[in-house]
C-alpha cells in the first residue's frame, strides 16, 4: 500500500496559518474530486489556512491554473484523476499533468502538491479519496506537502521541518 512509509507531516497552526494556498481542482470524475477537493480543504482548516479553490474542466488544465495560484500564493496543491481507457488518451494526460506541475514548481518557486491520481479504473480511484471506505486520502496528503514544504522554504518551519 502506498501509505506505507508516509511521513508523519504534521499541520501547526501556528506556524502554517501563515502560508497562503492555492488549490486547483479538475471537475472529471465528480465523486472522486469531492473527496480529493474535500480532504485539500480539511487540511488547509487544520492549518488554520483560507485557501483559494479555483476549478478547471481536467487533468490537462492544472498545469495552467496552477502556475497563475502560483504567483500569488506560497503553495498550490493541484487535483486531478485520470481513469486509464483503451486509448492513449491516459498517458498523455497523466504526462501533461505531471510534467507541467513539475516545471509550475520549478519555475515558480512554489511548492506543488501533487494529488493527481493517475487510476487503472474507478475502483482504485475511489480508494484513494478520502471518502468513506477509502483506503486513502491523496486530497489531504497533497495539501499537507505542498503547505509543510512552503512553510520550510518560508523559514517557519522548525529544525526538523516541522512547525
Same mark, same amino acid.
Given at each position: ?27 472529471? %470524475? ?15 482548516? &487544520? /492549518?488554520?489556512?483560507?485557501?483559494? @479553490? ?6 490537462? &488544465? ?5 502556475? /497563475?495560484? /502560483?504567483? %500569488? %500564493?506560497?503553495?498550490?496543491?493541484? @487535483?486531478?484523476? +485520470? ?8 498517458? *498523455? ?5 505531471? =510534467? $507541467? ?5 520549478? =519555475? !515558480?518557486?512554489?511548492?506543488? $502538491?501533487?494529488? +493527481?491520481?493517475?487510476?487503472?479504473? =474507478? &475502483?482504485?480511484?475511489?480508494?484513494? /479519496?478520502? @471518502?468513506?471506505?477509502? !483506503?486513502?486520502?491523496? $486530497? *489531504? ?19 526538523? $521541518?516541522?512547525?
Amino acid at each position: 500500500m502506498a501509505q506505507h512509509g508516509a511521513p508523519d507531516v504534521g499541520l501547526d497552526p501556528a506556524a502554517h496559518s501563515r502560508v497562503s494556498v492555492g488549490i486547483v481542482a479538475a471537475r472529471w %470524475h465528480t465523486e472522486v474530486m469531492d473527496g480529493l477537493v474535500a480532504g485539500a480543504l480539511r487540511a488547509c482548516a &487544520e /492549518a488554520g489556512i483560507e485557501p483559494t @479553490l479555483v476549478r478547471v474542466p481536467g487533468s490537462f &488544465e492544472l498545469p495552467v491554473a496552477a502556475q /497563475a495560484l /502560483a504567483a %500569488h %500564493h506560497d503553495a498550490v496543491v493541484a @487535483l486531478g484523476v +485520470v481513469v486509464r481507457g483503451g486509448t492513449p488518451h491516459f498517458d *498523455y494526460v497523466c504526462r501533461a499533468a505531471a =510534467d $507541467g506541475l513539475g516545471r509550475v514548481a520549478l =519555475d !515558480t518557486r512554489t511548492p506543488v $502538491g501533487f494529488g +493527481v491520481l493517475t487510476c487503472d479504473d =474507478d &475502483e482504485q480511484a475511489l480508494a484513494r /479519496a478520502g @471518502l468513506p471506505g477509502s !483506503t486513502e486520502d491523496k $486530497g *489531504y496528503e497533497a495539501a499537507t506537502a505542498a503547505v509543510s514544504t512552503a512553510a520550510a522554504l518560508l523559514g517557519l518551519a522548525g529544525p526538523e $521541518g516541522r512547525g
